[in-house]
């Protein structure tokens, strides 16, 4: 991965004289920070084999998307008092913050729907209490590592969640199309 300066470049002058549209720097839309969100994935073997919780999104941004938990933090939580919460909120699941292992932060550019935009703090986690439950938000569901949905899944998934769930650190960008769902660029 390539270092991003953070001063800008000049615009180019294309030939109607109208100058280029600039792209926010990652982790930015113009001069604000983006919204934070966070995600976990919860592991489990089961026969040998690795598998990981999702769901399948009922409401909101991804919705029929096969997701992870997780969701916004809410003002002044940290991303890892905001993981515990959408955990239970989402799976009825009990986590402890010494048990979520932090393995890096995605940011997800939408220059066709900035609202969209987001910087996440990816966490996995093996350790929890309780029996996932379906929620309003999604119905959980176990899935082996090894054939991971991600044709049911953001597009960006297919790049970096494979090797976070087997130990690797991520830190991305992913900016999307007009279509609203296809990886344009990634960096």
Request: with cysteine.
């Amino acid at each position: 991965m390539r270092a991003r300066s953070s001063s800008p470049k000049p615009n180019k002058v294309r030939p109607d004289s109208a100058p280029a549209p600039m792209r926010p720097a990652a982790g930015t839309m113009g001069f604000m920070a983006l919204p934070q969100v966070c995600v976990c994935y919860l592991t489990r073997w089961s026969d040998g084999t690795l598998q990981v919780l999702l769901g399948r999104k009922k409401k909101g941004l991804g919705l029929g998307n096969i997701v992870g938990l997780g969701g916004k933090l809410e003002a002044g939580e940290t991303p890892v008092q905001a993981m515990v919460r959408e955990i239970e909120e989402e799976s009825g699941l009990s986590v402890a913050e010494a048990d979520l292992s932090p393995r890096g932060v995605l940011t997800y550019l939408f220059p066709y729907r900035e609202a969209w935009s987001q910087e996440s703090t990816v966490f996995v986690c093996a350790e929890w209490e309780g029996i996932p439950r379906e929620s309003d938000e999604l119905d959980p569901e176990w899935f082996d590592v090894a054939a991971l949905p991600v044709d049911e899944m953001w597009d960006d998934a297919r790049h970096w969640l494979p090797g976070v769930l087997t130990g690797t650190q991520v830190r991305a960008t992913f900016t999307f199309g007009e279509d609203l769902a296809t990886v344009v660029e990634r960096s």
